[in-house]
């Protein structure tokens, strides 16, 4: 019992001083309360996304090609307070047979604080085994303690690689103001660079080369860096060069080497510009590039479809003589017209009907005669000449005379004319009057006579009139014909001969060579009348918004045989 009461007192002392004083006299017990500890915050977490994710490449087409650079590019954001620990972002192909295609498939981003983000590029290339197919890409943004981003996933269309071809597509030779090839004087070489193969080329460079001694360039620059270029792109270049008068050959070459990114798909071309060439300011001589082409390419052209790819018809006809006329440039000799009364591309338009007599038509280089902007004394001569010949022939004969230029009637008596370079449209006098070619040719005996006028006869012209101060056309009289002729007109009664801009030629003119391109000079005189009817009266008001209706006139005698004529 004593240990008993020991214990309580001495339990009761302990309580009181544990929590509150010891009662001694008249001091009353103190509470003590305990306050609760204070938390010290949350722990913030991170919460990472991929946001505004892009594919790009080289050449645009959305495609991995073969040998080429591409990226994915994307944000990685932490919309959550808290950091992100060592953040990696890990790429790999989700169909792993895919191959040709190789890129960065581990980045480390470190830490990333809340409320930032990061701009995150993955390189790829498509390597020269790349195939056609889709590579499936998965891209992983991992947190070391497992705060991951919802992977992406890109798939992307792959391509095998496609080999370009650069080519020199076509290419011109001219000079500054028209005129054989002279000694010491600038000579311009216009080129068309084209990739005509299945794929695009890189680091495409051109270079000129005058392989010849006393050949000097005088263009700032030999060389030319066209870069990219994609499948059918096409690049126009100038070169100018000159000769000096110790240059011995007959031809100036000039060779245009292409390189590219492969070093094996340019084709290196080399050209020549003979110095008795005539050439002309509007482009008159060309040189035709490639022979073959890519099946869905449209090849690209410094000139237009009927200068070039003529056909050869190996047809014999040693008694077909041709006068053929181009007169363009009337301003230069008349110093008081302006340009506009030039007649455009009217040597385009006799320089490639040469062409056309010599291949198609059969007419032997010496029995051919062709004067561009030809004076009156020049053109009496040549159709006295031609005249001559045919009559000593005989009855053997064929004539064919083509002209292009400006015709005009007498404001009087309405006979029509056909104009040298050097006649003014105020003073006929000197002018050619058409009824006296006819009755040249007509008094030959020959037994076919083909004319082809590509004028109007209106004192309208191409562009503008020869006499452009005329308020009113003047409707020409019709002429008699006589013989074995046949005369195809480009318009009639009141109408202009007009151009067709986009051929670089007369409209008349390109659809008579479209015609004899086609069928190779295989074709009766009616299926030519007919065809160029047609066409030129449908286009003229397509592209010129005017009317132009060519014409056949032919004489009494062959009225009922001339359809069936043949031009072969």
């Known amino acids: ?89 890990r790429a790999y192909l989700k169909n792993k047979d895919m191959t040709g295609v190789t890129f960065a498939d581990d980045i480390q981003l470190g830490d990333l604080p809340g409320d930032t983000s990061l701009t995150v590029t993955i390189p790829i290339e498509g390597q020269i085994d790349t195939q056609d197919g889709y590579a499936e890409f ?46 010491n004087y600038p000579i311009n070489l216009k080129v068309l660079i084209q990739n005509i193969g299945a794929g695009e080329a890189k680091n495409v460079q051109i270079n000129f080369e005058l392989p010849n001694a006393n050949c000097f360039p005088l263009s700032e620059y030999t060389q030319y860096d066209l870069n ?48 008795e060439e005539n050439l002309t300011a509007k482009n008159q001589v060309v040189i035709t590039g490639i022979a073959t082409q890519a099946t869905d ?6 000139t237009s479809d009927v200068d070039k790819n003529i056909p050869l018809n190996l047809s014999d006809h040693p008694y077909r003589y041709a006068l053929i006329i181009g007169n363009e440039d009337y301003s230069k000799f008349q110093h008081g017209l302006n340009n506009e009364a030039n007649v455009a591309f009217a040597r385009n338009d006799a320089s490639t009907f040469k062409d ?16 561009t902007d030809a004076t009156a004394g020049e053109m009496e001569q040549k159709i006295d000449l031609i005249s001559k010949l045919a009559a000593k022939t005989g009855a053997d004969a064929e004539i064919i005379f083509y002209y292009a230029g400006h015709g005009l009637p007498d404001e009087v008596s309405k006979e029509p004319y056909i104009i040298p370079v050097d006649v003014s449209g105020t003073n006929l006098h000197a002018a050619i009057k058409l009824a006296d070619v006819y009755k040249n040719f007509s008094e030959t005996g020959a037994k076919r006579i083909t004319m082809f006028l590509d004028a109007c006869f209106s004192g309208g012209g191409r562009d503008a009139g020869l006499l452009a101060a005329r308020s009113v056309k003047v409707k020409p009289k019709e002429e008699m014909i006589t013989g074995n002729m046949v005369v195809f007109s480009a318009s009639s009664g009141e109408q202009s001969s007009l151009p067709y801009k986009d051929k670089q030629h007369g409209m008349f003119t390109y659809f008579l060579l479209k015609k004899l391109q086609e069928t190779k000079g295989n074709l009766t005189y009616g299926d030519l009348a007919g065809y160029i009817k047609e066409n030129v009266s449908i286009e003229s008001l397509r ?26």
Request: charged residues 25%; contains cysteine; glycine residues 6%.
């Open 138 to 183: 998965v891209i992983e943004v991992r947190e070391a303690r497992g705060f991951d981003a919802f992977p992406l996933e890109f798939k992307i269309e792959t391509r095998r690689f496609a080999k370009p071809n650069i080519v020199v597509a076509d290419a011109v030779f001219s000079t500054e103001d028209g005129g054989q090839i002279k000694l």
């Open 356 to 371: 056309y007599a010599t291949r198609v038509l059969g007419v032997e280089e010496k029995n051919l005669f062709f004067l």
């Open 1 to 89: 019992m004593k240990r008993y009461l020991f214990f309580l007192v001495l339990g009761f002392f302990f309580s009181g001083t544990i929590f509150g004083q010891v009662h001694s006299g008249k001091s009353q017990p103190k509470k003590i309360t305990f306050k609760k500890k204070q938390p010290t915050g949350i722990r913030q977490l991170p919460d990472l996304i991929i946001t505004d994710e892009q594919f790009a490449d080289e050449n645009k087409n959305n495609f991995i090609d073969a040998n080429e650079k591409c990226r994915i590019s994307f944000k990685v954001q932490n919309i959550g307070k808290g950091t992100a620990q060592n953040v990696e972002v």
């Open 228 to 275: 990219f270029m994609k499948r059918g792109e096409a690049k126009e270049l100038d070169f100018l060069f000159t000769a000096s008068r110790r240059y011995q050959e007959s031809s100036i070459p000039v060779r245009v080497t292409i390189s590219e990114y492969y070093g094996k798909y340019g084709v290196d071309t080399t050209l020549s510009v003979s110095l």
């Open 543 to 568: 592209i010129n918004n005017k009317e132009q209706d060519p014409v056949v006139k032919v004489s009494v005698s062959v009225q009922n045989d001339w359809e069936n004529w043949t031009l072969n």
């Open 297 to 302: 390419i449209e090849i690209a052209s410094l």
